[in-house]
C-alpha cells in the first residue's frame, strides 16, 4: 500500500524523516509530492495511493475522482475547509484531521503579530504595550485557548465568544466568557480570530464588527482569509484610521490593502502561523499514525466526514 504526502507548503524535513518512519516501520511505501504547482501533479501522484497526508492543499472531486485507490484523507492540522468532504463521502474516502497538534505554533505566532502592531510595525515610533489591554479570543478552540495561556503572561485581561464551548470551560482558564460577538469587538482593543470558515463564518467580520473595536484597536487574523468581508474591512480602515490588521492570510485584496494603509496592515507571504518544525513534526506525524491505523485497522477516531 502506498501512502502519498503532498505539501504545497511543505514539512520540515525532519517532520518528513518522522513521517517516513511511521509510514514505511507499517510496511507501507512514502510517496512524497512536495511545491507541486498544479493540480494535475495532485492528480497525477494520488491515482496510486491508498493514503494521502496534506497541509492546506486542495482536495476537490477533481482530485478525488482520479484517486482510485483512496481509502483515507489526512489533513495534518486543523482546519479542513481545503477537502470537499461530501465528495469524499461519496467517493467512500475517509477525511480525518489532527486538532490541537499545531495549535501552540499559531498561538505563538498571534502574539508576533499582536506585539508587531501595537509597537507601530517596528517603525521607530513609540507604541505601547499588551500588559493590562483586554483581549477578546473570537472561538475558544484548541488554538484560542493557546492563545488565552499565553496572554496571561503578557498580562493581558482575556475574555472569548464561542457559542460551541461553555462557560466553565472558559472560566477553568480564567478566562471571561462572552456571549455577544459585538460586546466581544467592543470591549478588547485586541482582538484574535479562531474561526474556521465554514457556510456560517464566512465573510461574518466586516465593517460593523470591526469598527465596533476601541481607539488603536488591532484585529490579528491568523484563522482564514474567507471569515473576513474584505470590502468592509478596506471601509472600517478608511473610516477608522487608528485601527490595525495583521493577519497570518494574505487577503484576496493584499497589495490595494497594503498600498492604501501602509503601516497599519501587515499579511505574512504564505500561511506561517503552523510552519514551525514543532508543529510539522506533530501534527505530520499524528498525520501518519491515523492513516496507518485508518487502513491497518479501520480506527477512523478524527474522522470528520460522515
Ligand atoms: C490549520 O488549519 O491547521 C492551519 O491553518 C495550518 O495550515 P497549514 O498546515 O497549511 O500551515
Known amino acids: ?112 503579530m499582536a506585539v508587531m502592531a501595537v509597537r507601530n510595525m517596528y517603525n521607530g515610533t513609540s507604541g505601547t504595550e499588551l500588559k493590562d489591554k483586554p483581549l477578546g479570543i473570537h472561538a475558544f478552540g484548541q488554538v484560542g485557548r493557546n492563545v488565552a495561556r499565553i496572554a496571561k503572561g503578557f498580562g493581558m485581561k482575556v475574555s472569548a465568544l464561542d457559542p460551541y464551548c461553555p462557560d466553565e470551560v472558559m472560566e477553568a482558564a480564567e478566562v471571561s ?48 482569509k474567507e471569515v473576513i468581508d474584505e470590502e468592509g474591512l478596506r471601509k472600517a480602515l478608511r473610516e477608522r484610521p487608528d485601527l490595525k490588521y495583521v493577519a497570518d492570510i494574505r487577503p484576496d485584496i493584499a497589495d490595494e490593502l497594503a498600498q492604501e494603509f501602509e503601516g497599519r496592515v501587515f499579511f505574512t507571504p504564505k500561511k506561517m502561523g503552523a510552519q514551525t518544525a514543532e508543529a510539522n513534526i506533530n501534527a505530520g506525524i499524528a498525520a501518519a499514525n491515523q492513516v496507518v491505523a485508518f487502513l491497518r485497522d479501520g480506527v477512523d477516531r478524527f474522522r470528520v466526514n460522515k
Open 1 to 112: 500500500m502506498k501512502v502519498l504526502v503532498a505539501t504545497e507548503k511543505p514539512f520540515a524535513a525532519v517532520a518528513v524523516d518522522g513521517i517516513r518512519k511511521v509510514i514505511e516501520d507499517a510496511g507501507y511505501e512514502l510517496e512524497l509530492l512536495e511545491k507541486y504547482t498544479s493540480k494535475e501533479a495532485l492528480q497525477n501522484a494520488v491515482a496510486t495511493a491508498d493514503g494521502l497526508i496534506i497541509r492546506s492543499d486542495k482536495v476537490d472531486a477533481e482530485v478525488l475522482d482520479a484517486a482510485k485507490q483512496l481509502k483515507v484523507v489526512v489533513r495534518a492540522g486543523a482546519g479542513y475547509d481545503n477537502v470537499d468532504l461530501a465528495s469524499a463521502t461519496e467517493h467512500g474516502v475517509c477525511v480525518e484531521n489532527t486538532p490541537g497538534q499545531n495549535s501552540n505554533a499559531v498561538a505563538e505566532l498571534v502574539f508576533g
Open 177 to 224: 466568557p462572552v456571549h455577544s460577538v459585538e460586546e466581544l469587538y467592543r470591549n478588547n482593543n485586541v482582538v484574535s480570530l479562531h474561526i474556521p470558515a465554514t457556510d456560517e463564518t464566512r465573510r461574518s467580520v466586516g465593517f460593523d464588527l470591526i469598527t465596533l473595536l476601541p481607539k488603536n484597536g488591532v484585529l490579528v487574523n491568523t484563522a482564514r
